[in-house]
């Protein structure tokens, strides 16, 4: 722990962490998003259907666990950000 955050009220310490988590968790969703949308329209170029379905699985499945640690999480928006291009 940092020389400034010793003495601090561990409350602020752990709605500090907290905000931080919940921020980078937000980034890691839309990581996650643009990988698989650039892996899916790789896929779609390439005429592989197969693999264009288990790059939609993924999605799936990260969204599973997004929605788990995010109550707010919108899922079906994940999925299609991670399986359409940009309109």
Known sequence: MSPSLAGADSRVVRY???????????????????????????????NAP???????????????????SQPGFDRLRFVEAATEGPS
């Not at 907290?18 to 839309?30: C, F, N, P, R």
């Not at 264009?52 to 969204?63: E, G, N, P, T, Y």
């Open 16 to 46: 500090t962490n907290g905000a931080l988590v919940e921020s980078d968790e937000e980034a890691v969703d839309q990581f996650v998003a643009r990988v698989l949308r650039r892996a899916h329209e790789s896929a779609e170029a390439r």
């Open 50 to 68: 197969t693999e264009a379905r288990a790059i939609l699985d993924v999605a799936h499945m990260f969204a599973d666990e997004l929605i788990v």
